[in-house]
């Protein structure tokens, strides 16, 4: 558990116990998309903007992490499932634990979709992977949503809520669900957890404002942080955003004022 509690501190600010993560995993279920072609020059922009790390996997480690600049903390994920499948919801083990701490991993990551023709496979596959994180000692951090046939509304509270405890039930240190959009709904998320909860990104948005205060509010209401892709890493000013993001995250600073970060 000590080697757990030194590897959490490299991808959580010490002084807030709040984290800012970037994920960068999306070329596996969306090929390369802008943003991610020179991971080097990204993961660059992300470190200097402030975030504590970065999120891809095995095979892009080489190519992004880290020679030059600014170091940050590296989580490897271990689900895939590509956007062309007969299942986009399914998600397979792809890295093992071991894998992840010979390439110097700080943390790892799994993918749950609840509600999934393929649920009860992905929640083996995580408590699996959980036991392994106890023995080598190294932090989980579990992205939950609701995802599949049954599922009408992948934003409500019940669902997300459900999400965020099925993280903490099978030994995530770390939960990441969806923001449901308001600061009352999202404190019944945090509430019931029991671990530390982060919102995801989400797809592109068209307002940075709308961003920030998302991320703003999920604080608000007992969130530990965030993890944010496209909306970071597509981004015009990808140090200007990051810094922004993390400047709400760690310091606790208001939108307004994390917004005259864009317009330096």
């Known amino acids: 558990m000590f080697g757990k509690q030194i590897r959490l501190e490299r991808i959580i600010d010490r002084n807030s116990g709040r984290v800012v993560v970037v994920p960068l995993d999306h070329g596996i279920s969306m090929g390369p998309i802008p943003g991610l072609y020179d991971m080097r020059d990204t993961i660059g922009k992300i470190a200097e903007g402030g975030a504590t790390a970065v999120l891809m996997h095995k095979g892009m480690v080489k190519y992004g992490h880290r020679n030059a600049g600014k170091d940050i903390g590296l989580i490897v994920h271990l689900s895939a499932g590509t956007g062309l499948g007969t299942d986009p919801n399914s998600k397979v083990i792809v890295t093992t634990v071991e894998e992840a701490l010979a390439m110097g991993a700080d943390a790892v990551s799994i993918h749950i979709n609840i509600g999934a023709e393929s649920e009860p496979q992905m929640i083996e596959n995580a408590g699996e992977i959980a036991r392994k994180c106890e023995q080598w000692g190294m932090p989980l951090l579990a992205m939950v949503y609701p995802r599949g046939p049954n599922i009408k509304d992948s934003f409500d509270v019940d669902a997300i809520k459900t999400c965020a405890r099925v993280a903490a039930e099978l030994g995530a240190d770390v939960a990441k669900v969806s923001y ?14 029991q671990i530390p909860v982060v919102i995801a990104g989400g797809p ?3 307002s940075d404002l709308d961003m920030l205060t998302m991320v703003r509010d999920s604080l608000d209401a007992g969130g530990k942080g965030a993890s944010i892709g496209r909306n970071i890493f ?3 000013d990808i140090v200007g955003i990051t810094r922004a993001v993390s400047d709400i995250v760690l310091n606790d600073a208001s939108v307004e004022d994390a917004l005259k970060h864009l317009k330096a």
């Open 234 to 236: 597509q981004h015009k």
């Open 204 to 206: 592109k948005m068209d």
């Open 180 to 193: 449901t959009g308001d600061i009352d709904s999202f404190r019944e998320v945090t509430r019931g957890a």
